[in-house]
Every structure is written in structure tokens, then in C-alpha cells.
């Protein structure tokens, strides 16, 4: 615990560092009595083009909710918590249902999976545990008394009409399928998804304080075999994310004010079933989004699970931006649902906004060296400090994802310069995803290849 405390406080110290140089090297912060050279906008570019310069410049104080909640939930919590320790004894906890959604369409991935999860499970001392499947087509798997395979009906409807995740998953409240009292838990993987000793105990201590009826946790990509080094140093990004803001919001608010993700989801089943996935086509494209912002309308409450769950990330940039796509798809679809409360998704909307505006805020870049403005120097330190938080958790998910002590102090470096040198990918990929998914067709749900398919020598 003492070394995780001192390199979390070696952690504050590079971060609060590097947004400090960043300021310097931004011009926010000039040591230079020179005074910069100021002009009159509306004369050089006329009152349409001043105005529309410094729109675009403002959109950039839409990230702000969230960045600081990254800053916040970076700095005030350790971010190198170390070994989880149990609070009580697995015997004691409430029974535990590991569950798998899957389209069917990878049988061996999910095979392969559960009986990894199964051990990790069994060798933690887990005793009230099953491993369920949920699948549209049958995987046929082995024969145990802690796994249970159901298929879901092609005919099967739900009340409302949802369909892909959430039709799988509300099948599995239905009262003739359903075999999981009130009192239970359900933690909620996706197909590739692997546990961890970690993990367990974090979920192990959730369910025993019973406090809170949802939790997540943090979910990491460079495990194992890296398929797409690529994608995998973009995701870094998300494993900060999960550190930083996901941690905030549900320690200090235990709301989801931004969402959750939809894998390392631990539900109790009595809510979840009045919570419900049976929310019409808006809600299943991005079932775990409009699940938590109806929760969160119901008056439920969150906290974060300890220890990290591993995934991989998309093997190709294809499979990358389809998944992007999704996202902004969906969470469009929950920002404009007339069913969740403005009051409830405020957050919500504001951080979807500041995605969707991406491309008009990525213009900003080429504009302040072809077209600069005078600005307030409050602004220019908020949009200073923006940027050096993003570029930051990058380093961060680097630090993250490839320890030292596993790589080499080399490789490490390397890591950090290839996740930055991400960044410039992360954005194009991103605006090509934003401007596909608000002109596409909005209810769709593209299904990314996790299984590695092992080449056969002869």
C-alpha cells in the first residue's frame, strides 16, 4: 500500500508538472515582459467571421465537466491502489451470476473464456457462483453444475421492441427464464471479457457491503497477446478515463452523470429487473448508456468496484471506428429520449455535445495558426488546461496498461511515445465517427471480432 501511495504521489506531481509545461509551452503562461501584439478582429475578419472564430474557440468549454472530473478523480484517489484486499469472507456473499451476452458467433472465444473464468473463480474460494451464457445461437457448452447456456428464441419480443443486447438481456429477466432471486448479483461480461484475482476480490467486497445496487470497474486492453498495437495505445485513453472520471462520479456523486460502460457491470438482480433493458429501439444501441441514465432516474445508487477486468481492444481500424460509430449513435439516442429527464442527463448531453461538435473543435488547431484571435487570457488557460489533462491520460493509460516492472524501462518509453503519437489517429478516427454516426442510420448494432483466430501450420 505504502509503495502504491508513493508512486500515485510521484503520479500527482508528473501530472500537475506537465499541465504546468504545458502552459509554458502553449504561450499561456509567458515569463517575457514582451507584450503580445493585439489587433482588432472585427476589422480583419468582419463581424461574421469574429464571431464565427470565437464560436468555434468556445466549443472547446464543453469538455470541461468532464475533464475536470479526470483531473479530480486522477488526483484525490490513488491511482495505483495495488492488491485488493477482501472485507469478508467469500462464503459470506450473496450468489453471484457471471453473465455472458453473445451473439453466438465466436463459440470457442466464449468456451475458452468461461473455463478461464470458471477457475479464477473456483481458485479465489468463490462457493455461490454460476456462469451463465446468453446466446442467439447454441454454443454447446460442456456439461458443469456452475454453467448455464440459454439460448434466446428467434421469436422472442420484449414488450417495447428492443432488440440486440438489450433483447438478449431482458429475455434473461423474463419470469419463466430467470432463476436468480431479488437478493443476488449479476456481473454483467462481454464475451471476450477475462476476470482477474483483482477483480474478483473488488466485486467480492461490493456484494458484501450491499450498500449500493450498481457498481463498475476498470476495464484494461494490453494483456496478453496485443493484436493491434494501434488501437490498443488509443484505448489507453479509456483506462484513464476509467481512473479519472468513472472513479469521480461514482465515489463523490455515486451517480453515473456521464454513463457507464457495459462490461464490469455489477447489478443487483432485484433492481436490474426494475430497471429493466426493455426500452424500445432508442435504448438498445446503447444499452448500457439509457440503462444507467434510467437507473439513475429511479434513484439508484453507484459505486466503483475495485481490481481491473481484462479485453481486448478492436483488431482492426475498420472495427474501431464501427465501434465509435456505435457509441455516438447511441448515446445520441439517449441524450434526445423523451423517457430520461433533462435534469438526469445533463452531463450526459453536455459531454455528447462536446463529442459530436469534434469535428468543428478539431478546426481550432489549423484556425489559431491561420486565423489567431485575441483571446481573455481565463481562456486561454482553460483551453490550455484541456488539452494537457487529454494528452495526459494517454501517459496515463500507458503507465497503466505497461508497468515497468513488465516491460523495461525502454519499451516503457517507447509505449508513451506510441501512445502520443496515437493522438493525431485518435482524432481523425473519432471525427470520421462522429460525422458517419450523426448522418448514418442511427439503429444499428455492428458486432467487433475479438476472437484471434491462431494460424494452422501443415
Same mark, same amino acid.
Given at each position: 500500500? +505504502? $509503495? /502504491?501511495? =508513493? %508512486?500515485? +504521489?510521484?503520479?500527482? !506531481?508528473? &501530472?500537475?508538472?506537465? !499541465?504546468f509545461l504545458f502552459f509554458v509551452f502553449a504561450g499561456a503562461i509567458s515569463f517575457n515582459d514582451a507584450e503580445k501584439s493585439v489587433f482588432d478582429p472585427w476589422k480583419t475578419y468582419g463581424i461574421f467571421g469574429t464571431v464565427l472564430l470565437y464560436l468555434l474557440r468556445l466549443l472547446t468549454l464543453l469538455t470541461i465537466p468532464q475533464v475536470l472530473c479526470n483531473f479530480f478523480g486522477l488526483i484525490f484517489f490513488n491511482a495505483f491502489p495495488g492488491k485488493v484486499k477482501l472485507k469478508g469472507s @467469500? +462464503?459470506?456473499? @450473496? &450468489? !453471484?451470476?457471471?453473465? =455472458?451476452?453473445? $451473439?453466438g458467433d465466436f463459440p470457442k472465444l466464449v468456451r475458452d473464456n468461461v473455463t478461464k473464468n470458471m477457475n479464477l473463480c473456483v481458485d479465489a474460494g468463490m462457493e455461490h457462483f454460476m456462469i451463465e451464457v446468453v446466446t442467439d445461437k447454441v454454443i454447446n457448452l460442456p456439461k458443469h453444475t456452475r454453467v448455464r447456456e440459454v439460448v434466446v428464441?428467434?421469436?422472442y419480443k420484449t414488450k417495447t421492441g428492443a432488440l440486440f443486447k438489450s433483447r438478449a438481456l431482458q429475455y434473461c429477466l423474463e419470469d419463466n427464464v430467470n432463476v436468480l432471486a431479488d437478493t443476488d448479483y449479476i456481473v454483467h461480461l462481454d464475451e471476450e471479457t477475462l476476470l482477474t484475482d483483482n477483480c474478483i476480490r473488488g466485486i467480492l467486497n461490493f456484494v458484501l457491503d450491499g450498500q449500493y445496487q450498481f457498481g463498475q470497474g476498470l476495464i484494461t #486492453?494490453?494483456?496478453e497477446n496485443i493484436v493491434n498495437w494501434m488501437t490498443t +495505445?488509443?484505448?489507453?485513453? $479509456? =483506462?484513464?478515463?476509467?481512473? /479519472? %472520471?468513472l472513479r469521480f462520479q461514482f465515489y463523490m456523486f455515486h451517480r453515473p452523470l456521464f454513463s457507464w460502460k457495459g462490461s464490469y457491470v455489477v447489478t443487483q438482480v432485484g433492481a436490474e429487473k426494475k430497471v429493466s433493458f426493455d426500452n424500445g429501439l432508442d435504448g438498445s444501441v446503447a444499452e448500457d448508456c439509457y440503462f444507467a441514465m434510467k437507473a439513475y432516474a429511479q434513484g439508484y445508487t453507484f459505486n466503483f468496484v475495485e481490481g481491473e477486468m481484462w479485453e481486448k481492444s478492436p483488431f482492426t481500424l475498420w472495427d474501431f471506428i464501427q465501434q465509435r460509430k456505435r457509441w455516438i449513435q447511441g448515446i445520441l439516442l439517449v441524450v434526445h429520449s423523451k423517457e430520461i429527464p433533462i435534469m438526469h442527463k445533463i452531463f450526459l448531453a453536455i459531454s455528447c455535445y462536446s463529442w459530436v461538435t469534434l469535428p468543428l473543435s478539431t478546426s481550432n488547431m489549423f484556425l489559431a495558426a491561420v486565423c489567431p484571435i485575441p483571446c481573455p487570457f481565463v481562456l486561454d488557460i482553460v483551453c490550455c488546461f484541456i488539452g494537457a489533462v487529454n494528452i495526459y491520460m494517454y501517459i496515463f493509460g500507458v503507465i497503466k496498461s505497461? @508497468? =515497468? #516492472?513488465r516491460f523495461g524501462p525502454l519499451k516503457f518509453f517507447l509505449f508513451i511515445c506510441g501512445a502520443l503519437a496515437t493522438i493525431p489517429f485518435n482524432i481523425i478516427i473519432e471525427n470520421i465517427a462522429v460525422i458517419w454516426g450523426v448522418l448514418g442510420k442511427k439503429h444499428k448494432f455492428y458486432i467487433v471480432n475479438k476472437e484471434i483466430k491462431i494460424p494452422v501450420t501443415v
Open positions: 500500500m +505504502l $509503495r /502504491g501511495r =508513493v %508512486k500515485h +504521489l510521484l503520479h500527482c !506531481i508528473s &501530472f500537475l508538472s506537465f !499541465i @467469500p +462464503l459470506l456473499a @450473496p &450468489f !453471484i451470476c457471471i453473465r =455472458v451476452v453473445t $451473439r428464441p428467434s421469436e #486492453y494490453a494483456n +495505445l488509443a484505448d489507453s485513453f $479509456r =483506462v484513464a478515463d476509467d481512473m /479519472g %472520471k505497461f @508497468p =515497468v #516492472y
